[in-house]
């Protein structure tokens, strides 16, 4: 494989990852903070009660394993394409996002709001259709 074919690949490997790990942090975050329950009060007493429910969430630290997960993805890519390709082909996590909360938090997601991921996966598409710059540097 030639060196810029493994190098698009890389790309493309590691938007998958944004993709993935971003939406998926923040759906186990929520959980895990469902889970934990809301914080009712300001006084000192209770919100370091609330904090060690959330420090002993294994859903939190799930969440947040996957978020620095997709932060470092995020970076990677951006060391070697250019952000104006990154950024847009990066938003089939909108897509993620859906399905993810109508699937497992079990919430409505309207007509319209199909509409619009649609219309921005369409987007995505034609921009992921462009080669980005990519540079060996890394």
Known sequence: MQSSDRLHLKTRVMILMIVIFGPVGNV???????AVGPAT????GHLFAV????????MIWLGIASLITFFISYMLVLTWADYSYVQPASAFAYLTVALLARFTLNEAITPL???GIAIICVGVLIVGRTMPRETEGS
């Open 113 to 115: 709001r199909w509409v």
């Open 28 to 34: 186990l975050l929520r959980v895990g903070m469902e």
């Open 51 to 58: 904090g060690e429910r959330i420090f002993a969430s294994g």
């Open 41 to 44: 009060s300001w006084k000192p």
